[in-house]
């Protein structure tokens, strides 16, 4: 009877073992499946998680996107500076004037001459002796001269605007002319001409402020009676008539 006893603990005992066994089985297999059920949600959060956390903000492109092309103030002044350059330069080339003959350049000679009743007509010719070319426009003064020093003997030309006007282009010994009337001064009282002998024709080229004399013998009136009239220039050795 002993031996039963004892048998049936054993079986007892061993049967207390497997329960425990199989509970603590049961046990770690739920956690086990618990475990693996919480890794493969947390794997699968991972994975939707992932391609969000990668692609880029929407505004990024925007953020790298170079910046309108708006002119800055240094590309706007240089731009200018071109710009005025370019309004700078001229459209054509314009040929440069041929300055006025000065008197040095000149040399002032009587050329023909003609008698008519009551007055003469005397051709002045003026020669370019300079080496350049230059020109002439307009109305040479001219008054007579004489005494010592020799002055102005009278009021000076008028003039006589029967000839057109003409720019004349003189070359090196080219020769312009200017008709010039002379009124005898016979044809006026004493009183009012006071008579007095002349021994020149002073003359100013058109422009200019200095005066070649030209021999030239006359009567002139000292007094306010005027004696003389004068043509514009004209190309070439003139004619009295």
């Given amino acids: 009877m002993s031996s ?12 207390l073992t497997g329960v425990v066994v199989l509970a603590t089985g049961c046990s770690a297999g739920s956690a086990t499946s618990s475990g693996g059920t919480t890794a493969a949600t ?12 990668a692609t880029p903000e929407a505004t990024t492109p925007e953020a790298t996107r170079p910046a309108a092309t708006t002119p800055t103030a240094a590309s706007r002044a240089q731009a200018g500076s071109r710009g005025s350059n370019t309004q ?10 041929t300055a006025a003959c000065p008197t040095r350049y ?6 023909v001459s003609q008698g008519t009743a009551g007055s003469v007509y005397q051709v002045i010719d ?14 040479p003064g001219v008054s007579l001269a004489g005494g010592s020093p020799v ?5 000076a030309a008028t003039r006589n605007t029967t000839a057109p006007l003409a720019l004349v282009t003189l070359a090196p010994g080219a020769t312009g002319n200017a008709l010039l009337r002379i009124t005898d001064a016979g044809n006026y009282p004493t009183a009012q001409c006071h008579p007095t002998a002349a021994q020149y ?20 009136c000292a007094g306010t ?14 004619s009295a008539s």
């Fill in 4 to 15: 039963s006893l004892t048998l049936r603990r054993v079986f007892l005992a061993t049967a």
């Fill in 201 to 220: 024709l002073q003359v100013y080229p058109p422009g200019q402020t200095t005066p070649i004399y030209v021999a030239y013998t006359s009567t002139a």
């Fill in 42 to 53: 947390a794997a699968r959060a991972s994975v939707t998680q992932t391609p969000e956390a």
């Fill in 106 to 111: 000149l040399k002032a000679r009587p050329g």
């Fill in 126 to 139: 003026f020669t370019n002796i300079g080496q350049t070319t230059c020109t002439l426009y307009g109305y």
């Fill in 225 to 238: 009676v005027g004696l003389l009239s004068v043509s514009a220039l004209q190309p070439g050795s003139g």
């Fill in 151 to 155: 002055h102005q003997i009278g009021p």
């Fill in 88 to 97: 700078a330069q001229p459209a054509g080339t314009t040929p440069k004037r």
